[in-house]
């Protein structure tokens, strides 16, 4: 298995990505920290991401999880949401002013039993399982480079599977006059997908498909 940010609601990015309510289903923050000197690794972080004024994220899951949190790797929770799957899908926008990505998230689901009790807090908490991930180291420089120059918003996928969690990565983009070309369809478009897998979504040629990494690192096609 291969080894994965808030808002503000004014950016003029999740403006134009809320209107697609379609394609994101919402805009959702996170709160700001207190600012707190920062670390060698966060200076790093920062240069690599410079330019990202936020990232969107989308979560779902192979088979439904209940009461999921995730976690970056200093302790900030990213989101809890109550359930996720293939049609139970989380869509949001995440941004912090020291780690713009989060180095590693830590995702841990939990049984129907449990109940949240808000601030990603549970009772009766029963886990079922865990998996921590990187995220920012696997990002690739060419990808953040293609945004610096031509636009689009970072958008990193976790995906909960039956023997861990995914992480892929695309470039949001809104589709213009200018930026359209053949094949294209909708409002939005994801180029350079890439990662441990791709969501099933209508390619140029007008099929729908997706794809994972098997443990072998071959690319299976599916049709979800």
């Known amino acids: 298995m291969n080894p994965f940010m808030k808002a503000n609601p ?6 134009l990505i809320a209107t697609s309510a379609a394609l994101l289903a919402g805009c959702m923050t996170t709160p700001r920290e207190n600012a707190s000197p920062q670390s060698d690794e966060a200076r790093r972080m ?11 994220l989308r979560l779902d899951a192979l088979t439904p999880r209940s009461n999921v949190s995730i976690k970056a790797s200093d302790g900030f929770f990213v989101d809890c949401p109550a359930s996720l799957s293939l049609r139970t899908v989380h869509n949001l926008t995440y941004t912090r002013d020291d ?3 989060p180095k ?8 129907d039993a449990t109940r949240y009790q808000g601030q990603c807090k549970y009772k009766n908490d029963k886990v079922l399982g865990t998996a921590t991930v990187p995220v920012a180291d696997r990002i690739p420089d060419a990808v953040l480079d293609e ?6 918003t970072l958008r990193i996928k976790i995906r909960l599977v039956d023997d861990g969690v995914l ?12 930026n359209w070309r053949p094949g294209m369809y909708g409002v939005i478009d994801y180029p350079m997908a890439g990662g441990d897998f791709k969501e099933r979504r209508r390619d140029e040629n007008g099929n729908y ?7 072998n690192g071959r690319k299976i096609e599916t049709d979800y």
Not at 104 to 111: G, S
């Open 10 to 15: 004014l950016d003029r990015r999740c403006f």
């Open 46 to 56: 920062m240069e690599k991401f410079r330019g990202l004024s936020g990232i969107v």
């Open 99 to 101: 780690y713009p990505i």
């Open 104 to 111: 590693a998230i830590e995702v841990t689901w939990r049984d």
């Open 147 to 152: 945004i610096r120059i031509n636009g689009g």
């Open 167 to 178: 992480i892929g990565w695309d470039i949001e983009r809104i589709i213009t006059k200018e």
């Open 209 to 215: 498909t997706g794809w994972y990494i098997d443990k």
